[in-house]
């Protein structure tokens, strides 16, 4: 920490304990910050953004052109702290750090892209335009699973865009946004100054949250987590008629149809079930399969999830690296114990000892056949739990699927070119995200990126997900001497 220029006070002082899911210990000691301290916090912010709001668009992207370059250098470190802090392997820490490049890089190229329109007036002598315009002060308010990604798609589009941001990390990882302010606090040096207050981590949990959800000097309040916070915060944030992106939970499924390529397909289905030990919000849960190639396919999965590799993730090959927490494992267990009722079929799912990281939580990850869609199969289970379901026709398919109350991403293996085209269709997959041949997880920061129904509609990263921080506004200008009215309407006065 102190490498990245934390200072060690803010993470060895007494405060909340944060635990390494990786051996259980306590790896640092974060203090909430004071409820009292917030509306000072938020007004410092709004101030901020007054200044912000007047500097370029483009000298806006060159502070997070700067802030990419921080990031490009503190590659390894913050994605070691990634691993540290939620417990996932190398490889996905690493990943999660380079999702924020990307994103820094695509926003600079937003910076001279914010682009309004110019519309035809049916008035003679007139134009109309539309301008989009910095929205205010951003919170944004983001879950474990992810600590520092998602506050980089929300971050870097708010700075370009004018906006200031209120950073509130999960309170089960805010060791790493501590090191991402530090980051940012050497790019706004680099940058010669940015105004003080712009970007501002505040810890802690609920409380300090709602705090941001309540106030109305918070402009867009961008929430990422479960279903069960965002319904709470997207309620609050409108009665104050606020402005909620919400990015909530998933219960991701993929369609294999007759025509798939197999070899393939179990690649992508074991990385999407498995990597990050099934805690990502695009997590392959439900694999729905064609009952003339059941028999091809699961056993096949089933062998893969018996070998797996789980244990720690600082140790070399390792695949599936812990849960979060105690309470996730438990979790697991009694929606495997769930399943097994609703007449489900377990491979694998049992906690795992491993050596000299007794205090986490580990676990082989399941593979369930399933009679039906019922139960526990429904929900969103935070863990490596995939639930496997029979289909005879296409429609059938489609339909289960469909038949959850979660939106967020689905794929389906075929390569019958018609069948494709159909789950892509108006009448194919309802999520937000469906991709067709590879997996439910791993998206890039290029396309918008979130899912609808109970998954909360947002949109955050790549193409126009930048409006969402902005507003708009839209003007007519006469250039005439006359007064035409628009539909026709006269209201003549001498
Ligand atoms: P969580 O809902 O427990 O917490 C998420 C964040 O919300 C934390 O910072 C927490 O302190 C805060 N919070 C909780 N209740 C709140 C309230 N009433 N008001 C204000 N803030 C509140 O989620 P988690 O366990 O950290 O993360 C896992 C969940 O996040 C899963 O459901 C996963 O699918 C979802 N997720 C979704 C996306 C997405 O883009 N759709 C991305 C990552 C994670």
Redesign the pocket.
Known sequence: MAGFGVDPGAYAAAGRAVHSPVTGEAIGHVADTEPMAMVAIVARAAEAFVTWRLVPAPRRGEFVRLLGEELRAAKAALGRLVTLEVGKVPSEGEGEVQEMIDICDFAVGLSRQLQGLAIPSERADHRMMEQWHPAGVVGV??????PVA?FSWNAALALVCGDAVIW?????APLTALAVQALVARAAARFGGVPDGLVTVVT???A???M??DDPRIAVLS????????R??GE?VARRFGRAIL????NNASIVTPSADLDLAVRAIAFGAMGTAG????TLRRLIVHESIYDALVPRLAKVYRGVSVGNPLSGAVLVGPL?DAAALEAMQKALEAAKAAGGTVTGGEPVSVDGCEGGAYARPALVEMPAQVGPVLE?T?APILYVLKYRDFAEAVALQNGVPQG?SSSIFTNDFREAERYLSAAGSDCGIANVNMGTSGAEIGGA???EKE??G?R?SGSDAWKGYMRRMTSAINYGTSLPLAQGVRFDVE
Do not use: D, H, Y
């Not at 308010?141 to 992810?146: E, G, K, S, V, Y």
């Not at 990015?247 to 998933?250: D, K, P, S, V």
């Not at 805690?279 to 695009?282: G, K, L, P, V």
């Open positions: 308010i983001t879950a474990f699973n992810f998602v509130k990390p999960s309170e089960k802690g949990g609920r300090i949250g709602e941001l959800v929430a990422t987590g479960s279903t069960r916070m965002g709470a915060v609050r990015e909530l939970g998933g805690q990502r919000c695009t979060v969103e935070f967020l990126f979130g899912g998954t909360g947002g955050e």
